[in-house]
Each structure stands twice: as structure tokens, then as C-alpha cells.
């Protein structure tokens, strides 16, 4: 902070009283409020308003800035989580989940530089993004707003992400606010219940889950938020270790920590650690939290442990440093209305953007030789399933569909490509037949689109009816009319995987399996002796294994964004080698989570008897329509860097994700067997082989003793380059440090 913010800021606070100071503390949910009581907020000096849009945010600032006493701008925060997707208008990007899916870190930042444009064109300043959780229990109803499984990449990749949104300098006009989140350890959650405990260590957090938000503060981002849940009983919310003693002193964090949804009031609610508002806000204030988001009670409360003594005004003052530090490096005092890039909502280049990123992020599973489809031997093709043009499930969560009011029916707004409609555009003027059927519900609801008047009366039904469990026996008869829609061609195209409410808050899954009458529905396809290929299009990954026998090609696509089909059809067509990797592990069947792929070594046998040890797939695969060949790895152990070669076999230019991990071999506490260390993108022509060096960061060799201190110990380490996590996809070498 230079010295010039820092007078100007004690100069405010200095002039504030204590009503003001905590109202700067507060954020205000608009559409839970309604504008006339915002306005009155935004009179009394609050700190900043949730979920306003455009015009909207607009005639709030003005208020704030001419009708409050001392004029100070407030800052406008949105859930763009993938893109400006609360904007009807806006570019839809890919989901977290399925961004990792490209282990590509330019990408991530342009995504989170367009993003960062359309927010601020929309007159607003902040994102609460990236989710920086890891997802390793895909149980837990928030997987797709993660990076997956690995701390490393999530942590390279919410650099990147952090990077876009705030670029070199916070007063751009194409700049607002990133927000790292959860913190801490929200994902790990016992049963991947949402919001519950995470019954584990400090150690085991400094270890696993704070590295990448430790990469969030070295990029500069300039907010956190409070996790729901909390770590061994201790509400996070009032848990002064994480957010001040590790958060402030040890990262240096120097921004402004924001609750989550409602927090305080969970205190005493959900968490009944407090009794009344008051006990509630002075345990969120004293543990470092200086913005409150929604619990508008903690204003009454605060001040009156204030008025009593129980709460130190200091507290309110170092809470309101931190927020109006931020509006001055924002450059709000000076422009409280940020203009953005006019146009650039939903702009061309932005959709383009899009389409790169959907493409980079589809990852073929398995090809048992079908891929890439020949056109030429093709007459007629069939694109069956419940997510072939469903766009909702295409998109997933945190959309205009599922918020600010969910459960509210929302027309889908162009442009965007589904699954069916890409397929259709990849044969357009080919003379080959394109016929498509519904075939089931994923829920397993009940009702035939012919008894509909056109594709949008269906849709909203499907929606509506989608919420409901019901008996899918009863869809048997539209399973057998998708077969005999199938019988003679010459190309069946599944689309499968879960919906937007089998996902997100509140949805946390007990049972992986496809839900509904799919499982019904593929078995009887693969009946039929028709080239198969089944397309995921999901939130997190399902334990499939019967997908996968039943498959002649299986293809993962996570909520791919506005134009996730037309890349999946590219990929089925070969007008696109596929190049993604998995950010995250299948599990065979969902009693065998957790599997994801660095856990630690010492369980007898190391599998359940009725079960495979390994996942169903693992962090990293991915295939192309080329072949790679790992070589000649080297280390240089003055400046940790790993060179290996990598030659492409294939007859096909391709993208490989070349892969570094890291085995400490014997270590004062338990490692795993390896760890994601590095990786690098390259593109290789056919025969070509480039030397592919990466550099690694100390981390990468340390461990966190008993004692929360990080160190790395000496001794033998095992350095391995390759394709995916699979020991099979691995070279090695031994060194010593």
C-alpha cells in the first residue's frame, strides 16, 4: 500500500462513525432485498452489493456516491464463475472442471481477462472466483467449480485465472476483483457432505490444501472468502488461525476476506457454536472476516458489542482498512463506475474464445479404433440421450438457469451449439441422414416430447419434471422407440451424465451410477451391434464402468459452455485431434472413492476384495489420434530442472501435456507415491520430437512435518515424465538432493 492510500484511508476512517464502519462491512444481497431497500443500504455507507446487474449497479452507485455522507463507492460482486454467466448475454465458458480438463494456463488467463471485460462492462467489480478446493471426493456437489483433484494444478491454473481478472493494474477498465475460495479445506468435507466438517489436521492442511492459495496470494488476488464449513468443530467463520495467524502472517495476505452466503447467521443456526447475533458477529469480526455477505443482522450486532465493550472498535477499523485499501488500488474513489469494454458482452472474439476452450477440454476416455468417424462410410446417424440437446446440462451450474433464483424457469438465450446440433453442422450437405431421440430422463421421470408442441414446451417440462424422483420403468416404451430409431444406421452418438440438480450447493450425491433409466438405455443400444459412442456430458465423474463395456469409444465432456457440442462433434469427426487430460479420477464404483491418484502408501493389499485397485480412469489421461514416446530424462539439480524428450509416433500433428511428478522416497512423515510437480503443453508434427524442459518449484520437494513447518529433507528422490499419473504412462529417474 503505498503511503498516498494509506493517508487517504486513515483519513476516512478517522472521519467515520461507528453505524458507518459497519456498514462498510456489510454486503447486500439485491435480489433477496429488493431495490428500495439496496438504496437504503447504500444511503446508510454499505461496503458493497451482491447479484446487481447493468443498470441496476449503476443507479446504486449513484446513491452511495451522492447520498451517503461521505460518499464512498461501493464495490458490486457477481458469481462469474465461468464466464459473466448470470448475464443472459454473456460468453458462457466451459465450468472450473472442465477448464482443467485443458491443463492450459494462457487459456485460463484469456478466459479470465474476457470474463473480467463483460463483469466490468456490466458496471460491477468483482468475481467470487477461483474455487480453489480440491475436489477429491466427487460425491460433493460442487466438483465442477474445482480445478480437480491436484493441489499443483490447481494452483498453476487459479494463478492464471487470478492473473486474467485482475491484470497489471486494478483501476483498468477491464479489471475487477478475483476471489480465492474456499478457505480452507472446504472440499474435504467428512462424506463430502456440503458445508459439514472437515475432520483433519493443520499439518495435513498446510500440506495438501493451502498450496493453492498460497500461489493466489503470490499472484497479487486481492480477496478470499470464508469457507461454510469448518476444520475439527471449529466454524471457519470464527476460526482465527486460518484466516489471520495463517492467512495474514504467514501467506501476507493483504487484501479484504469476505464470508460466504450468510455465514455469521450459520453460526447460530446450523453450526450453534453462539446463540444470538451479537456472540455471532464478534466471533466473526475478533477471527479476521471484513466483509460479512448477506447476514445484514451483523450490522445491529456488531455495533452493539461494540457499544458494550465486547468488542474492541479497532477491530471494525482494521476490517474497513482492508475494504477501502482495495476501493483506492481499484481506482473507485476517483471512477466509481468501472465502463468495461463497451461491446464486449458476448462479444465475437469472446466466442471464439469459447469454442477454443471447449475444444481443448474434450478428453476421449477410450476408442476401440471408431474415432475419428469417417464420413465417407457413413449413411445415417443417430444422436440418442438425455444431454444431446439439453444446453442447461451442458452448461451446469451458475448460469442465468440456476441463479440468482433457482428453480425458476429461464429460456435459453443463443448463441450456443449442443451435442445434436453439432453433429448436425459437422454433416450438413454430406447426404447423410441425422435422426435423434430423447430416449430417457436422467432422473428417470416419465413423459413422451411427441405429447409437446414444439422442442421448448418439452424442455420446460423436462425441467420442471427433472426435480422429481419418480418409477423409470415407465420409460421403457420411449427407451425401445430410441432403438427403433437406431436400427440401420450406421453410427449411434449417446449422450449421457447428471443434470444442473444432481449438482452444485445443496446437491451433494450419495450414488455415482448413472441415474434414471440410462444405464437401461445403453445396454439395450449395445445390443444392436452399432458403432457406439457415448458422450459424458457432466458435472463430475460417474462410476461408468458399464458405459465403458458397452462403448465402442467413451468421451468425457464437463459443462463444455456455449459451444461444448460443436467441439465434442469436431473431436467425433476428426476435425479436431483431441487433446484434454483428466484434472480428476473415475472411480470403477462409488464405494471406492476417494480415488484419487496421490494418496498415501501403507493399506494392506491397497483394494477392497470386490473391487479393482485402480480407478476407472486416472489423473491425466487423456487419448489423441497420435501416439507419444517418452526419453532420455534429465535433471539438473541446481536449478530443478527436468528435461526429457518426447517424440509423436502418429501419423497426426498433436498436442501432448507432458506430465513431471515427484516421489519422496523416504521421508520423516508420510508422502505419497508421486505428486504432480510440472507440465507443459506441446505441439508435435508427425515423426517430431522436441526436448521439453520444466522447471520445478522447491515445494515440489518438501514436505510439512508434525510441527506445521515445511522443509526438505535430503535423500532419494524419483523423478517421473510422462503421459498420465499411470505408473505404465511413466519414465523415472533417481536423485539425490
Same mark, same amino acid.
Request: net charge negative.
Given at each position: ?22 456498514? $462498510? =462491512?456489510? $454486503? ?74 485443458? +491443463? ?21 467489480? +468483482? ?12 460425491? +460433493? ?15 498453476? &491454473? ?5 492473473? /486474467? ?17 474456499? %478457505? ?50 471449529? !466454524? ?14 504467514? @501467506? *501476507? ?29 464478534? &466471533? ?6 471484513? =466483509?460479512? =455477505? ?21 477491530? &471494525? ?21 468501472? *465502463? ?39 449413411? *445415417? ?33 443463443? !448463441?450456443?451449439?449442443?451435442? @445434436? ?31 409437446? !408442441? ?63 433409466? $440410462? ?74 472413492? !476417494? ?7 501403507? +493399506? ?14 486416472? %489423473? ?58 510440472? %507440465? ?34 535430503? /535423500?532419494?528422490?524419483?523423478? =517421473? ?17
Amino acid at each position: 500500500m503505498s503511503m498516498e492510500v494509506k493517508k487517504k484511508v486513515e483519513e476516512i476512517i478517522s472521519q467515520m462513525t461507528l453505524e458507518e464502519k459497519a456498514a $462498510q =462491512m456489510i $454486503q447486500v444481497p439485491v435480489a433477496m432485498v429488493g431495490m428500495e431497500q439496496a438504496k437504503e443500504w447504500a444511503r446508510r455507507g454499505v461496503g458493497s452489493f451482491l447479484h446487481a446487474l447493468g443498470d441496476d449497479a449503476r443507479e446504486l452507485q449513484k446513491v452511495a456516491v451522492n447520498e451517503s455522507r461521505l460518499k464512498i463507492p461501493v464495490v458490486f460482486g457477481i458469481d462469474a464463475i465461468h464466464g459473466h454467466g448470470l448475464n443472459r448475454n454473456a460468453t458462457i465458458f466451459p465450468s472450473q472442471l472442465s477448464m482443467a480438463s485443458t +491443463w492450459d494456463r494462457d487459456l485460463v488467463e484469456k478466459i479470465g481477462h474476457a470474463t473480467a471485460t463483460e463483469v466490468a462492462t456490466d458496471g460491477l467489480h +468483482w468475481t467470487f472466483s477461483p474455487v480453489l478446493c480440491l475436489g477429491r471426493d466427487p460425491r +460433493w456437489g460442487r466438483i465442477s467449480e474445482t480445478f480437480g483433484e491436484d493441489k499443483y494444478l490447481s494452483g498453476e &491454473l487459479g494463478a492464471s485465472m487470478i492473473k /486474467g481478472y485482475q491484470g497489471d493494474d486494478l483501476s483498468a477498465d477491464d479489471s475487477i476483483l478475483a476471489c480465492a475460495k474456499h %478457505f480452507i479445506a472446504y472440499g474435504e468435507a467428512t462424506g463430502a457432505r456440503d458445508a459439514y466438517d472437515t475432520q483433519i489436521t493443520y499439518r495435513k492442511i498446510k500440506d495438501e490444501f493451502l498450496p493453492p492459495f498460497k500461489k493466489a496470494v503470490e499472484a497479487g488476488c486481492a480477496t478470499f472468502m470464508t469457507a461454510y464449513g469448518s476444520v475439527d468443530g471449529t !466454524p471457519l467463520t470464527a476460526d482465527r488461525k486460518a484466516l489471520h495467524d495463517i492467512l495474514r502472517d504467514e @501467506l *501476507k495476505f493483504d487484501g479484504f476476506l469476505i464470508t460466504d452466503w450468510d455465514n455469521v447467521n450459520a453460526l447460530i443456526r446450523r453450526q450453534k457454536v453462539c446463540d444470538n447475533i451479537g456472540d455471532a458477529s464478534a &466471533l466473526a469480526a475478533k477471527a479476521g472476516n471484513d =466483509m460479512i =455477505m448477506c447476514s445484514t443482522e451483523f450490522y445491529e450486532g456488531i455495533i452493539e458489542q461494540v457499544k458494550s465493550g465486547k468488542v474492541d472498535e479497532a477491530q &471494525l477499523d482494521e476490517a474497513v482498512r482492508h475494504i477501502l485499501t482495495i476501493k483506492f488500488r481499484m481506482g473507485l474513489f476517483a471512477k466509481p463506475d468501472k *465502463k468495461g469494454v463497451p461491446g464486449s458482452i458476448g462479444c465475437e472474439a469472446h466466442r471464439e474464445l469459447a469454442l477454443k476452450a471447449a475444444r481443448e477440454s474434450v478428453t476421449v476416455l477410450t476408442n476401440d479404433g471408431v474415432l475419428p468417424v469417417r464420413k465417407k462410410k457413413l449413411r *445415417k446417424v443417430v444422436v440418442i440421450g438425455p444431454n444431446a440437446d439439453d444446453i442447461r446440462a451442458q452448461y451446469g451450474d451458475w448460469t442465468y438457469f440456476t441463479h440468482p433464483v433457482p428453480g425458476k424457469y429461464t429460456e435459453p438465450q443463443r !448463441p450456443y451449439v449442443t451435442l @445434436l446440433e453439432g453433429v448436425r453442422n459437422s454433416l450438413e450437405g454430406s447426404g447423410i441422414d441425422v435422426e435423434y431421440s430423447y430416449g430417457c430422463s436422467v432422473n428417470g421421470r416419465s413423459y413422451y416430447k411427441g405429447d409437446y !408442441p414444439d422442442t421448448e414446451a418439452f424442455m420446460k417440462q423436462v425441467y420442471e419434471d427433472n426435480r422429481l424422483d419418480n418409477d423409470g420403468t415407465k420409460e421403457m416404451p420411449y427407451i425401445n422407440e430410441a432403438a427403433s430409431i437406431a436400427r440401420g444406421a450406421d453410427l449411434i452418438i449417446l449422450a449421457l451424465g447428471d443434470n444442473y440438480n444432481q449438482m452444485g450447493e445443496y446437491n451433494d450425491r450419495a450414488e455415482l451410477r448413472l441415474s434414471g433409466m $440410462q444405464e437401461a438405455l445403453i445396454r439395450i443400444l449395445s445390443t444392436m451391434k452399432i458403432p457406439l459412442i457415448t458422450v459424458l456430458i457432466t458435472s463430475k465423474p460417474l462410476a461408468v464402468p458399464e458405459v465403458v463395456r458397452d462403448s465402442d469409444a467413451v468421451i468425457c465432456a464437463f459443462n463444455g459452455g456455449m459451444y461444448g457440442g460443436q467441439a465434442v462433434s469436431e473431436v467425433i469427426f476428426g476435425d479436431f485431434n483431441p487433446e484434454g487430460r483428466l484434472p480428476i479420477s473415475f472411480p470403477v464404483v462409488t464405494g471406492q472413492v !476417494p480415488v484419487y491418484y496421490n494418496q498415501l502408501p501403507g +493399506w494392506h493389499e491397497g483394494r477392497y476384495v470386490d473391487c479393482p485397485a485402480e480407478p476407472l480412469f486416472a %489423473f491425466g489421461e487423456g487419448l489423441s489420434y497420435t501416439w507419444y514416446e517418452y526419453s532420455d530424462i534429465k535433471f539438473d539439480a541446481d536449478t530443478k530442472t527436468v528435461s526429457v524428450k518426447v517424440t509423436n509416433t502418429g501419423k497426426v500433428k498433436g498436442v501432448e501435456t507432458v506430465q513431471i511428478y515427484i516421489d519422496d522416497v523416504v521421508s520423516s512423515v508420510m508422502t505419497a507415491n508421486k505428486n504432480l510437480a510440472g %507440465f507443459a503443453k506441446v505441439e508435435l508434427a508427425s515423426g517430431e520430437s522436441k526436448t521439453v524442459s520444466i522447471k520445478l518449484d522447491d515445494d515440489a520437494f518438501s514436505v510439512v512435518l508434525p510441527d506445521e513447518t515445511r522443509v526438505i529433507e535430503p /535423500g532419494k528422490f524419483i523423478i =517421473m515424465a510422462g503421459h498420465s499419473s499411470k505408473d505404465e504412462d511413466l519414465i523415472r529417474l533417481a536423485v539425490e538432493l
